[in-house]
């Protein structure tokens, strides 16, 4: 019997399933502030030696290697060799490509699923999801942090040096943008954010084709949350209330 082009097969399947497994090991290896720091130079830099390394996050190089021996086990990392006449930053490493890509899934041929299969799958997303969220979290509680700190720094200014320091809050601001859509703008959103990934899909590949180690200062989290559902959960029952009553019975 021919399968149908909205129909997955098992090799499809298993893929899909795989991918979902090695997400979730990776988001479970940021877990803390040493490893994440550690694989977030790696996006930003692409290749760092083990000296450089040590010198930004601010660890001896035994914590780094310990780190580092964790990403390569999971066949996470990539080892060049340099000519440095044998030094120890002869190795440079680097994140293998595709790294935490993002898994797309079409609802269409979800849906054509066994149920045993189509609710392995959803569990795994609903850990990846849950395990994303946790680094983003540490990630924005660095940030607040951060400014925090920045703004210690206010009272501490000497007269004249006011302006380098707007430069510098300028130069590291934090942009966000929050929006609250009804269904209408949220179909028209859907739309316009499809155009986006494209545009910036060519415009990355583009920058990787002229230099395959650039150095990436800026993270872009784009995001939309179901706010409503996460708002009628009640985290302290732990009980979903209504979060399932647009789901068919």
Do not use: W
């Not at 940030?143 to 200014?157: G, H, M």
């Not at 000497?158 to 269904?183: A, I, M, P, R, T």
């Amino acid at each position: 019997m021919q399968k149908k082009n909205d129909e997955m097969d098992d090799k499809e399947l298993k893929a899909i399933i795989n991918q979902l497994k090695e997400d979730i090991e990776i988001l479970e290896l940021m877990n803390g502030d040493t490893p994440l720091r550690i694989i977030l130079f790696l996006l930003i830099f692409s290749e760092v030696s083990l000296t450089k390394m040590s010198s930004l996050v601010g660890k001896v190089k035994s914590t780094i290697t310990h780190h580092l021996k964790k990403l390569d086990k999971n066949k996470l990392l990539e080892v060049t060799e340099k000519d440095a006449r044998g030094s120890i930053d002869s190795k440079i490493f680097s994140l293998k490509k595709n790294f935490l890509q993002n898994t797309a899934l079409d609802p269409n041929r979800l849906k054509n699923l066994k149920e045993e299969d189509l609710k392995q799958i959803i569990q795994y997303l609903m850990v990846k999801n849950s395990l994303f969220l946790k680094t983003m979290s540490q990630i924005f509680e660095r940030a607040s942090k951060f400014y925090q700190d920045f703004n210690a720094l206010t009272s501490t200014i000497e007269k004249g040096s006011f302006d380098d320091y707007l430069k510098l809050f300028f130069y590291n601001l934090f942009e966000y943008e929050l929006c609250f859509l009804d269904e209408k703008s949220y179909k028209e959103y859907e739309e316009i954010t499809k155009q986006f990934k494209e545009q910036l899909r060519e415009i990355i590949k583009k920058n990787h084709e002229e230099s395959d180690v650039i150095e990436k200062p800026y993270l872009l989290f784009h995001s939309l949350f179901p706010i409503e559902k996460l708002t009628k959960y009640d985290a302290e029952s732990k009980k979903m209330l209504k979060f399932f009553d647009s789901l068919p019975h």
